[in-house]
């Protein structure tokens, strides 16, 4: 798991049928040795742009969606309420 702050909404009117109803966001991580790569995201919980959330990526980000098929690889599992390390 990652975690990273939520930068943009992502609009993609055309994509995989299996993607229709998801909502697209990018996030920035932050720390470790990935600190700044940018990724696209799928936000099932409603977080919001300017959010510290945490990210599962890859088989995990699509179990949490229930699809193991899914073309996903990243997705928003928890808004961070408080960074110990502020």
Do not use: H, Y
């Amino acid at each position: 798991m990652l975690t990273a702050k939520l930068v943009d909404s992502i609009w993609a009117t055309r994509k995989a049928d299996s993607l229709n109803g998801f909502k697209f966001m990018q996030a920035e991580v932050i720390g470790g040795s990935t600190t700044g790569q940018r990724l696209v995201v799928v936000d099932t919980i409603g977080a919001g742009i300017g959010d510290k959330v945490i990210v599962c990526t890859g088989s995990a980000a699509r179990k949490l969606l229930g699809n193991d098929e899914i073309p996903v690889d990243a997705a928003v599992v928890g808004i961070i309420d408080e960074d110990c390390n502020v």
